[in-house]
Nanobody, 123 residues
Framework: DVQLVESGGGSEQAGGSLRLSCAASGYTYSSDCLGWFRQAPGKGRELAAQIYSAGGRTDAADSVRDRFIISQDNAKNTVYLQMNRLKPEGTAMYYC?????????????????WGQGTQVTVS
């Protein structure tokens, strides 16, 4: 099993920055894909960004590509999401997720493990 614990959420003004962290424990592998998803009230869960652990290849939603940066520290088993130039529409619960199998997908249903989420509010 894998445990994912997010931290770093909070309230920020539009234009500001926040950095989310996701600490993974348990059986993680270099072939895993790690992603950050977000879910606003009344909406579905959508990908913000994801990273393939082995090679560090990343992917991000068009809406955040020029503002959010996903990165990893393999020594700490931690994935980060640096969010810059935040917008009010970015207000959502942000979830860290892990997918086995070596391929990253933008579809949340493809992911196997989820954290409890951390709230981000932009005003």
């Amino acid at each position: 099993d894998v445990q994912l614990v997010e931290s770093g959420g909070g309230s920020e003004q539009a234009g500001g920055s926040l950095r989310l962290s996701c600490a993974a424990s348990g059986y993680t592998y270099s072939s895993d894909c790690l992603g950050w998803f977000r879910q606003a009230p009344g909406k579905g869960r959508e990908l913000a960004a994801q990273i393939y652990s082995a090679g560090g290849r990343t992917d991000a939603a068009d809406s955040v590509r020029d503002r959010f940066i996903i990165s990893q520290d393999n020594a700490k088993n931690t994935v980060y999401l640096q969010m810059n130039r935040l917008k009010p529409e970015g207000t959502a619960m942000y979830y860290c997720a892990l997918r086995r199998g070596g391929t990253c997908y933008r579809d949340a249903t493809k992911y196997d493990f989820w954290g409890q989420g951390t709230q981000v509010t932009v005003s």
